[in-house]
Each structure stands twice: as C-alpha cells, then as structure tokens.
C-alpha cells in the first residue's frame, strides 16, 4: 500500500492576538500589543494550505488538510482558576482584575498545529496503528491549555479505532514538557516504508547535562522517551538528539525554528544540535541509506538571521526523485543572506530543486512561520478513507471556510476587545458553525 503525507494546516482563530505571552519567543515578546488581523491571519494561512492543496492535487504526491481553531476565551481555564459565575461575570471579573491571565486564556495558539501532537505513521508502530498524543505544552501556560480540545479535534477526525491510536498528554509538569511534532521529524528512504523517528528535546530535566541558561528547555528527553515507548517504535528506528541550548537561549525554542528534514534530506544550522556530527551519523545508521545533511553555518548566517527569517521553519515538500520544494516565510526573501543560502541548498547535488515563498506575517509576528502551521500525518489510501469528518482541503472546503472567515472574523483586534460577553458568543456562535462546516460533531466545551 502506498503511502502519502497530508500536511493538517491550523486555521487560524478568531481571537488572534499579539499577547507577548511566549517567553524566548523573540517574535511574540517584540510584538506583544501590537493590533492583530484575525481576519487576515486567518485568510493568508488558509492561501498557503490551498496554493499546496492545488499543487499535490496536481502532482498526487502530497495532501493538504486542516484542523479547526478552539474556542477562545477559554472558560473551563479561567473556572480552573477561580473565577466564578455565569459566563459573563467570569469573563469581566478575569479581564478586569487579571487582564494578562484573561489574555492567555483568549491565545488564538492552537493554529501552530506543529505543536498539537506528536504522531507516528503506522508503518513504524508495533501494532501497525497511525498513534497520535497531544503535545502538553507545560513551558507556557497559554498554550498548556491547548491539548483536550486538540484530543477532542484529533479523536473526532481520526476516529476509527481500527486505524488510529490516541494517547492522552503526558502528564502537566515540566519533567514531561512536550512540544509535539515541532521536535519530531520522521526520514525515510521509500515513504511506504518503515522510517527514523527523530526527537529533539532541549535538556535531560533528570539529568546533570548541559541546559540553557535563560530561556525555558519546552522538550525534555524524558518527555521524547515515553512518546517513542508508547507509540511502539522501533529502538534501532527511533533517534534522540539534544538541542543546542546557547540556540534556545538565542530565542529558538523549538528545533524545527533551526532545522527541518523531509524524506532523506535535512536542513539545519551549525547551532542546531549539541552534537552535530553525531547526531547526523545516528540519523543514517538508523535510515541505512544516504541522508543528505544540508548544513548551514554560523558564518554565512548567524543564528539572530536564522530567528529573524525563520528560514528552518520551512516546508519542505516533494520527494527526492523528482525533486523537493522549500516552502519558506516572504521574510526569508527579504534577507540577502537567507537568499544565498537557499541558492546554495538549490545548487548543491541535494534533493532540493526550487523554492516558494509564502506571506505568512500575521503568524510570524508571534513566532509561526510555515512550518509551524501545519501537523503532518502519513497516511494510506485505507486510512484516509476512514475519515469521515470534512478536513481535506478541496475548492469546496477552501470556498466555504474562506466565506465563513469572511463572516466571522474581525479585521482589528487588542485584548480589550475581548474582554465582554459579546466577543465569547461571537466566538462559539462561529466555531458551532464550522464543526457543522467541518462536520467533526461536538468538539468544543461549549457544545457538551
Ligand atoms: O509556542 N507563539 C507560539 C509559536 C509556536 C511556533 N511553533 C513552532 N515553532 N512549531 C509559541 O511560542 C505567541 C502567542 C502570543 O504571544 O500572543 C505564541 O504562543
């Protein structure tokens, strides 16, 4: 049976909002209160998933998919924290006398579906099931708040038992962070076949290993250890490799902000891993085929260029037979040293042959570039079959969201907006709506 990969794009959610809430996020602490356009957010994200949709139609190399926003401002969150009442009461006392809590539960941050789970390809689990777990998110608190929905969302498309596999989050402490797919890369030689799992954490929280010294380690080993374990991988497939923590503390606070692999290719700056050759070695040992490792060096870019262009938080889609496709941010575009960079990737005797350029910035100005966007699922024509729910990105799919967006969303939005009763009904009279567009059923709290 053949396989083929479905990048599951997030679409960006009414309560889009520059909250500088991700400390040694570079982008969301520099931009924090800064005006945001849902709507626009919203429209650009949903551009780049049809502008690939239309391409791997064409090709039948890839699929493009979407996983629905959640619902924001998050009302069992502020319950949890005491505040009490009918729904409008909790939202005006929150806002009023915690506005920076109020505004972590309205984070809009479920778009970056890189971070919703960690997902393994049933072609490398031991009981041949497609395994899903939901990232905890435990280094942030806005985002902590992410993982029952995503289970719901997950559990409502890929539903079939038969198929898939759902693990709860691990548990919330910051032993077990987990950042999800965004420190998970799958290599593979021949995509129907059994692949590497790769698991990029930023410390040992257990051991007495280097750490960064100012800004949070989101992924610990120990974290990495159990999703491998629980998901039944392979220990000769599955690799662990610890991030540089001087990169964390350079503001990349996840590895696919510096390194990004597809197939049997990887992109990566010098400052990616602690032990970059090794790490490379293990990586093909485990493949037992070339790897092409496309290293990028401090000295033709320095690792503020690196956070700046978000140059590694590219796609990177395609296959090495007929050649692979970077999908980058406008802003690597932007960047003279970016461009030479890419021009050499395109250059050199690697699978890379041609570049694209996507206008991502609403998602970029808090630390989202194309990458994060999207959660990719390896699937076969059976399983693909299996879903009911309305997700694979079509023109009909694309025309309807795209209208319901236009609806919906607002083209202004600060906190403050959000601080009334008004923006809540706003919000979950919209979402109920799109879980009837997206036929998923009942995923969101305010439909129990
Ligand atoms: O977790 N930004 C997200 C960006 C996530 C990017 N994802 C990947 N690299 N895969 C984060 O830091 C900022 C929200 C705000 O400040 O309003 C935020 O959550």
Redesign the pocket.
């Known amino acids: 049976m053949t396989f083929k990969e479905y990048n599951f794009d997030g679409l960006v959610g009414l309560s889009h ?6 400390f ?2 570079v ?3 520099s ?2 209160a800064a005006v945001s356009n849902p709507r626009e957010a919203a429209l650009q994200g949903l551009a780049k998933a049809k502008a690939l949709a239309d391409a791997g139609r064409e090709n039948g190399l890839w699929g493009q998919g979407i996983l629905p926003p959640q619902e924001r401002p998050f009302l069992p969150a502020l319950r949890g924290l005491g505040f009490v009442g009918s729904d409008a009461d909790i939202i005006a006392q929150s806002a009023q006398h915690h506005p920076q809590i109020f ?1 972590k539960c309205c ?3 479920s778009m ?1 579906t ?2 919703a789970a960690t997902v393994s390809p049933s072609l490398d689990t031991q009981d041949g099931r497609l395994h899903f777990t939901p990232a905890n ?1 435990v ?2 608190y ?2 902590s708040i992410e993982h029952e929905t995503t289970g719901n969302v997950l559990k409502a498309i890929f539903a079939d038992e038969g198929h898939f596999a759902h693990h709860e989050a691990l548990p919330q402490n910051m032993l077990y962070g987990d ?4 420190n998970h890369t799958r290599f593979y030689d021949d995509i129907s076949k059994q692949g590497v799992e790769f698991f990029v954490y930023g410390a040992e929280a257990l051991g007495d290993g280097v750490k960064p010294a100012n800004f949070p380690a ?1 992924q610990t080993l120990e974290a990495s250890t159990i999703i491998a374990r629980s998901h039944g991988l392979g220990a000769d497939k599955t690799v662990f490799a610890q991030q540089h923590p001087d990169a964390i503390d350079a503001g990349v ?2 590895n ?2 510096i390194a990004v692999g597809h197939g049997n290719f990887m992109m990566c700056h010098e400052m990616a891993f602690l032990h970059p050759q090794q790490t490379y070695a293990e990586l093909e040992a485990a493949l037992g085929a070339k790897l092409f490792v496309h290293e990028v060096s401090a000295e033709d870019l320095p690792i503020e260029d690196v956070v700046s262009s978000y140059l590694f ?1 590219s796609q990177i889609i395609g296959n090495a037979k007929d050649g692979m496709t970077i999908i980058a941010p406008e802003e690597s575009a932007k960047n003279a040293r970016v461009k030479a960079v890419i021009d050499r990737i395109i250059a050199d005797n690697g699978p890379v042959n041609a570049v694209r350029y996507f206008d991502v910035k609403q ?1 970029m100005q ?4 194309p ?3 999207r959660l990719r699922v390896l699937m076969n024509d059976d399983q693909v079959g299996a879903i009911k729910a309305r997700v694979m990105l079509d023109d009909g799919l694309y025309a309807d969201l795209v209208t319901w967006v236009e609806k919906h969303y607002r083209e202004r939005l600060v906190v403050a907006d959000m601080a009334g009763a008004a923006f809540y009904t706003e919000c979950c009279s919209a979402l109920d709506e799109l879980s009837k567009i997206m036929q998923l059923g009942h995923v969101y709290d305010f439909q129990k």
């Open positions: 909002h520059y909250g500088g809430h991700s040694g996020n982008a969301s602490r931009n924090s505004a984070s809009a941050a970056w890189a971070n998110l280094a942030m806005h985002r950042e999800g797919a965004a989101r606070f996840h696919d902000v938080n998602s808090n630390g989202g570039g990458a994060c966007l």
